[in-house]
């Protein structure tokens, strides 16, 4: 039995494990990679999974970082089910569609950008990683089961789907595989949530397993506690309110945004939302998620108030935006005012566009309620980047800047820890999955002191050989990692291009005034961009 990494190895997007048992091979998960351009490249990369041999797909939640290469997978000929929960099915169809949405305009804005500089209109060679087409074939392969239910998607295979508490419908997996009559106990956390949040039940608790990949996305830290995230939010409003300034609040559409209307609606009844403030949800996919959330709400572990049929009712200044008209109004209105929009990282969506009109203003504030991933816009403000690049130009960041975990749908340290102490450990083999590598390190040395349990943790493009037998063993086979950033050729060469310049500008000053001002101008343009990356640096 082997388990194949494809992605959220060392790194929390892409998550995929592809799983050769049994004489066939499935996946948990199949998720979109996001970050920098060489991390996404990644997504084009699917031949590695052999769609069309794969026999099946278990998804564990909706999020794009687990759902969002599904379309391009079926597209390759994957023609097995995929099996989910009945909430995680109305949400993925909705969120592949916008996910398709946004791979078909930028590779429209792609083409245009290179037929400008081309001179050829013809850019046909550059398509989308999946088309809408191919999102709006998915839903025919999704196979509904409910929680706490085994059931057998191929002889010698059981899997039972169990509430994760991350988001609606998220689940982790418990598979046994059964091979020359040896059983062995998989279980796959996908992403757990944290106990007490305001819409989701506690996590479940695993049964005793051989082998747990777990996630790992906040293993370094633990979350602040409720009071606490929502007097940081509070001090977010106060701060731009004050200065007639808007609050930007970059959210994940599902599960993020409904909460944190939720925590506004707390904030007023405590007297801490001005009553003049209005309230922009600018997000059509979080519109209609709200709507999945109502009707599902049996999955919900929440007061009434957030799956209300009036939340204008209960938030009187609540809007929502569904068309570009009404998106773009927003940044030109003025005064004060909390504009919620996606994507959560700020690398895609609406959330560019109001990061590109309010990041600039000493009076706006930017919250940031999730995780950034490695190489996002969001990222870069997080940690401290004086300047981000949008729509082709460097945009100053000046707004005050609020990171609050306590929003997060991950579990922290602490409840990683407690979750994992709650299972059965006799001969359990802990492998560390979907965090960035500092933060598996830590947690890796904690199970170990707290636990005694060995851990491993696998890279990217890496297979684990699982033993079958009562004492498993782990072998990992390394296979290529990413190529190293060779930074010495990077700059010999930029040294050798500005020396070429030199040399040739001496010949520069008998050209036209005209034209020299030309080269000057673009010489400037270039030193800006070096100033962009000093700054940063």
């Known amino acids: 039995m082997k388990v194949h990494f494809l992605g959220a190895a060392q790194t929390v997007t892409g998550s995929c494990f592809l799983i050769e048992a049994c004489g066939i091979r499935f996946t948990v998960d199949c998720g979109m990679h996001q970050g920098n351009d060489e991390i996404e490249e990644r997504n084009y990369e699917t031949k590695l999974y052999g769609p069309e041999s794969l026999k099946f797909i278990l998804l564990t939640h909706a999020h794009i970082d687990h759902s969002g290469l599904l379309p391009r997978i079926v597209s390759e000929g994957f023609r097995g089910p995929i099996f989910c929960t009945p909430p995680t099915a109305s949400l993925v169809a909705l969120m592949l569609e916008d996910s398709a949405h946004i791979q078909e305009m930028d590779t429209e804005w792609k083409r245009k950008k290179l037929a400008r500089h081309s001179g050829q209109p013809d850019q046909k060679d550059i398509t989308p990683l999946y088309t809408i087409e191919d999102a709006r074939k998915v839903p025919d392969q999704l196979h509904l089961v409910e929680y706490n239910t085994t059931f057998e998607p ?201 990061l590109r009109h309010n990041a600039w203003k000493p009076g706006a504030s930017i919250v940031f309620v999730g995780y950034q991933g490695v190489g996002t816009p969001g990222r870069k403000i997080v940690n401290g980047a004086k300047s981000i690049r949008l729509f082709n130009e460097d945009v100053a960041i000046k707004a005050r800047i609020f990171t609050i975990g306590g929003f997060s749908a991950h579990a922290g340290q602490s409840q990683l820890l407690d979750w994992l102490g709650k299972m059965e450990h006799p001969g359990l083999q802990v492998v560390l999955v979907h965090g960035e590598e500092k933060a598996q390190q830590t947690l890796a040395q904690l199970i170990h002191d707290k636990y005694k349990l060995p851990v491993s943790i696998p890279g990217y493009l890496e297979e684990m050989e699982l033993e079958v037998g009562t004492e498993p063993q782990v072998i990992v086979t390394a296979r290529p990692q990413t190529q190293k950033v060779d930074w010495d050729f990077l700059l010999s060469t930029t040294e050798n291009q500005v020396s070429m310049l030199r040399s040739r500008l001496e010949h520069v000053a008998d050209r036209p005034w005209e034209e020299q001002v030309d080269i000057k101008d673009r010489i400037l343009e270039l030193n800006k961009e070096l100033l962009s990356v000093l700054s940063n640096l």
Do not use: W
Not at 225 to 251: M, Q
Not at 282 to 300: G, H, N, Q
Not at 302 to 320: D, G, H, R, W, Y
């Open 154 to 354: 191929y002889p010698g295979i059981s899997v039972t789907y169990k509430d994760a508490g991350h988001i609606l419908g998220s689940a982790f997996l418990e598979i046994v595989i059964t091979e020359d009559g040896k059983s062995t106990r998989l279980v796959f956390s996908g992403d757990l949530g944290r106990p007490g949040t305001l819409l989701m039940h506690d996590p479940s608790v695993a049964s005793q397993a051989d082998y747990l990949f777990m996630e790992s996305t906040y293993g370094d830290r633990n979350h602040k506690n409720e009071d606490a995230t929502l007097d940081e939010l509070a001090e977010a409003i106060a701060y731009s309110y004050s200065n007639h300034e808007k609050v930007i609040i970059p959210a994940f559409a599902v599960g993020r945004t409904q909460e944190i209307l939720y925590c506004l609606y707390l904030l007023s009844q405590k007297g801490k939302l001005p009553a003049d403030m209005p309230i922009y949800v600018d997000s059509p996919l979080a519109i209609r998620a709200t709507e999945v959330f109502k009707t599902f709400k049996e999955y919900l572990d929440t007061p009434e108030v957030i799956i209300s049929e009036n939340m204008s009712a209960l938030l009187p200044n609540v809007k929502f935006t569904l068309n570009a008209t009404e998106s773009q109004a927003l940044n030109t209105m003025k005064g004060a005012a909390i504009i919620i929009s996606a994507s959560g990282m700020c690398n895609a969506g609406r959330i560019r566009h109001h």
